[in-house]
């Protein structure tokens, strides 16, 4: 069956959950929610962020690895009373006072026995006598009949039960959400940002007949792989097998030339009159040193940081013998700016920015050619 509601990337997603889960903290909104989505699209992630965000606790079921009674709870005797007394589990809230989220995951994938059950959570909020806090919120995930995965179909009994949204992978979005701020290996941004097509292509993969293939969790796989092993000789295969062999070798091109021509650290402790040597000459080095620079602003080096990014829409004049002159720096800069403003927001650095000269001058060049 198709998913028929239009997809929504992954930090639409966020926002739409955030918005429910408040609606729901306020008392005007109170429902159950799916996220459809292809295998590492990063629904669990959404659901974690979600988590961290508002503070609540999360009960994650993987719903493949359960059976009726994990759900249901186990039946004792009570001599005294001559009934049934059902123990519930202690992976559902119990505490009305503590804000948590349910998490079933990998619903699509449920056994259908286990379905029944899962129909009171979503419709009813219970499991037998057992009522869900009214401070639970609660999502489900899974993957559709054609994506790859184990599923079932998923029956208009438990649909109708469900808000749902279908996810896609969006390059810019997955970005400027996820990889920027979680500090991915610059080589992976860099990639993504001028191969978007490659973010995700499942659908390609499974059309071709492939094992393997791209999505956002396999690409935070390999920037853990770049950041973990040194020797590009054992990297190279541990790439290959988590992205295949076609986009590996595409990539690994990129991330020779970052590793050869991107030197941050040298950058940083270069006098001014020195560092327009340092700077790679080529936009794929440019861009992958942009972001380097993002992840490695901190307390200390930010202010030399502002530096080295302002004087990047300088390099024509800085190096009038390099290439630079070609190439959009002064959108590079400025892209890069708002990026490590973001960051500056979310860490409390902003008076890095206040007392900077370099940046002073930056923003009142851009107030007199009418850009701000």
Not at 8 to 20: F, I, P, Q
Not at 43 to 60: H, R
Not at 164 to 169: E, F, P, S, V
Not at 307 to 323: C, G, I, N, S
């Amino acid at each position: 069956m198709t998913v028929n509601t239009a997809p929504v990337s992954a930090g639409e997603a966020l926002a739409l959950l955030r918005a429910a889960h408040a609606a729901q903290g306020s008392g005007t909104l109170t429902a159950a929610w799916m996220l459809h989505g292809r295998p590492g699209i990063g629904k669990s992630d959404i659901v974690a962020q979600l988590a961290a965000e508002t503070g609540a606790q999360l009960y994650d079921l993987r719903l493949t690895t359960i059976e009726p009674q994990d759900l249901r709870g186990l039946p004792f005797y009570d001599h005294a009373t001559r009934r049934t007394v059902w123990y519930r589990p202690e992976d559902l809230p119990d505490d009305p006072a503590r804000p948590a989220i349910l998490f079933l995951d990998e619903l699509t994938a449920a056994a259908p026995s286990l379905q029944p059950t899962v129909y009171g959570l979503l419709q009813e909020r219970r499991v037998g006598r057992h009522h869900l806090p009214a401070s639970c919120f609660l999502v489900a995930a899974g993957n559709g009949t054609d994506d790859g995965a184990v599923a079932y179909e998923m029956g208009t009994a438990l649909a109708d039960r469900l808000i749902h949204l279908h996810i896609r992978a969006e390059p810019a979005d997955w970005l400027a959400r996820y990889a920027v701020p979680r500090n991915l290996h610059p080589a992976v941004i860099t990639f993504i940002r001028t191969r978007p097509d490659l973010l995700e292509n499942s659908e390609d993969a499974l059309r071709r007949g492939l094992t393997i293939a791209c999505t956002p969790r396999s690409w935070v796989r390999v920037s853990d792989i770049l950041k973990a092993i040194p020797d590009p000789r054992l990297r190279a295969p541990m790439i290959a097998g988590t992205i295949g062999d076609a986009a590996a070798a595409e990539f690994l091109l990129v991330a020779e030339e970052i590793a050869a021509t991107v030197q941050v650290a040298d950058l940083l402790e270069a006098s001014k009159a020195k560092r327009p040597d340092l700077y790679p000459q080529t936009m794929t080095g440019l861009t992958a040193l942009t972001y380097a620079l993002i992840g490695a602003a901190d307390a200390a080096s930010l202010p030399k940081v502002i530096e080295v990014m302002a004087d990047l829409r300088h390099l024509p004049r800085l190096r009038p013998d390099a290439p630079f002159a070609r190439l959009p720096l002064a959108e590079l800069c400025t892209h890069g700016f708002e990026l490590l403003i973001q960051k500056a927001l979310t860490t409390g650095l902003t008076e890095a920015f206040r007392s900077s000269a370099a940046y002073a001058e930056y923003r009142a060049e851009r107030q007199a050619q009418g850009l701000e």
